[in-house]
């Protein structure tokens, strides 16, 4: 799957420096695997949820929430937002 882009999970990670790690060893996978669906999305992130037509991964044990929007039929993910678990709280897709 295509990742866009690295540079929400920089950016973030220069607000939270601990936050760096976690979110490169989620591109990973991401980035290594082809996806046919939620369920196969699923089967690798047993902690992602499909909220509106959104994705939401939840990254460092619950620490941290990355929403994002996947084209599976173009193998494409867009990361819309990373954000701490108290800022998710306060989103709405």
Known sequence: MRLI???AL????????EADE???AWR?????????GFSGLKRVFNSVDKVGDYF???IAGNRYRLIAAIHFNT???Y???VMTHA???YWRP
Request: hydrophobic share 30%.
């Open 10 to 17: 920089r950016d973030f990670a220069t607000r939270q420096r």
């Open 28 to 36: 990973k996978p991401i980035e290594r695997s082809t996806f046919d």
């Open 79 to 81: 990361v819309r937002a």
């Open 75 to 77: 193998q494409t993910l």
């Open 22 to 24: 976690p979110l490169q």
């Open 56 to 58: 939401v991964f939840n």
């Open 5 to 7: 882009s690295n540079k």
């Open 87 to 89: 800022e998710y709280d």
